[in-house]
């Protein structure tokens, strides 16, 4: 029987793929393009928002799905994952406390998020999926922060989980929200950290921080965590997930939903996927794509579409050539196209792999 994802602005069937529209786009695409390509929902940044001081002005534009003209469902994350990268990494100057965290950039500007202000903010853009907020770590911190990460988490998602239910109590329609696992590279720690999650009760859980490792590789074994000890029933997120090889092995794992920038950066940095022939007739445990980059001379005198066997805007409109001179000239649209067709790409592995 075919999972599927009910929000209050459509169905997904799953497994699906959220391109990321951080700040309530996807660079070089705008929605109705987006939606062309099959893409049945996009994922958006709290944090992100919230900093540019947008959350108030897309409330009065009548919601995140009003205001980028995006009538499907949207993931808006969280900002725990920039929390770790500027507090975390770069140090610009934020701090963590027990309240939640602080932002600040070169400027001395600050943003606080805490658990509940995360809830809030999601609840006034009007969210489909709302992510609570996590204390993020990279892998190589030492146990320790490791711990100490994990023991926020467990505290910031009981503290968002009731504030949630507290604000949208008597509400007859709500989205759906989910927590997000942590504890590195440890198998049992994200373990531990899953297993108290599920005392809360959450609709999703999701694989937080790095799921790819030095080398590129997956790491399945503390992947394989989210999916086996949480609910069955419960959806499971693989953020940061992945090239279509990494996709395809997290399906099989059990995972439902995905985001990750590869598609449209790659796409803006000339590197286009192709099926390595009829996309149904293919086997996708081996290698069943290949990419072509339009950096390559080669191309310059190929009449071909991008990819034969693609039935995007780009490819049944447009030849290698053609896409290969635009980027030679610098044309914003070149981005644009290749774009849209790895976008296509994307969500037909999906519909693949349902």
Not at 41 to 51: D, G, I, P, R
Not at 82 to 106: P, Y
Request: hydrophobic content about 40%.
């Amino acid at each position: 029987m075919k999972k599927v994802l009910k929000t209050h602005h459509g169905d997904v069937n799953l497994p699906a793929f959220f391109p990321d529209a951080t700040r309530t786009t996807i660079k070089s695409v705008d929605t109705h393009a987006v939606l062309a390509t099959h893409t049945p929902c996009m994922v958006m940044n709290t944090y992100h928002l919230a900093n540019l001081g947008l959350v108030d002005i897309i409330a009065e534009q009548g919601g995140l799905h009003a205001f980028p003209g995006w009538n499907r469902p949207i993931i808006t994350d969280s900002g725990g994952f920039q929390a770790m990268s500027l507090v975390r990494e770069f140090n610009t100057g934020g701090r963590f406390t027990e309240d939640g965290v602080i932002f600040q950039d070169a400027a001395g500007n600050k943003l606080e998020l805490t658990p509940e202000s995360c809830i809030d903010y999601q609840l006034k853009l009007g969210s489909d999926i709302i992510m609570i907020l996590d204390d993020c770590t990279k892998p190589d911190m030492p146990m320790r922060e490791q711990l100490k990460s994990v023991e926020r988490t467990i505290r910031w998602a009981k503290r968002a989980r009731e504030h949630f239910d507290k604000v949208t109590h008597g509400a007859k329609t709500k989205p759906l929200i989910f927590s997000i696992v942590q504890g590195g590279a440890d198998r049992e720690l994200r373990r531990t950290c899953a297993v108290e999650l599920t005392k809360f009760n959450f609709d999703g859980y999701a694989f937080g921080g790095f799921p790819i490792n030095e080398a590129g590789q997956l790491q399945e074994e503390t992947m394989q965590a989210v999916v086996d000890d949480t609910p069955a029933e419960a959806f499971k997120y693989a953020m940061g997930v992945g090239t279509p090889e990494q996709i395809v092995k997290s399906v099989a794992m059990g995972y439902d939903l995905f985001d990750v920038v590869i598609p449209t950066r790659e796409a803006r940095h000339r590197k286009l996927f192709i099926w390595n022939g009829k996309p149904e007739e293919l086997d996708l445990n081996t290698d069943f794509y290949s990419s072509i980059t339009m950096k390559n001379l080669s191309l310059q005198n190929d009449s071909e579409p991008i990819d034969p066997h693609c039935d995007c805007h780009t490819c049944q409109n447009y030849s290698r050539a053609y896409v290969h001179a635009l980027f030679r000239a610098d044309q914003s649209v070149a981005g644009q196209l290749a774009s849209i067709h790895n976008l296509r790409f994307y969500a037909k592995l999906m519909k693949l792999l349902s």
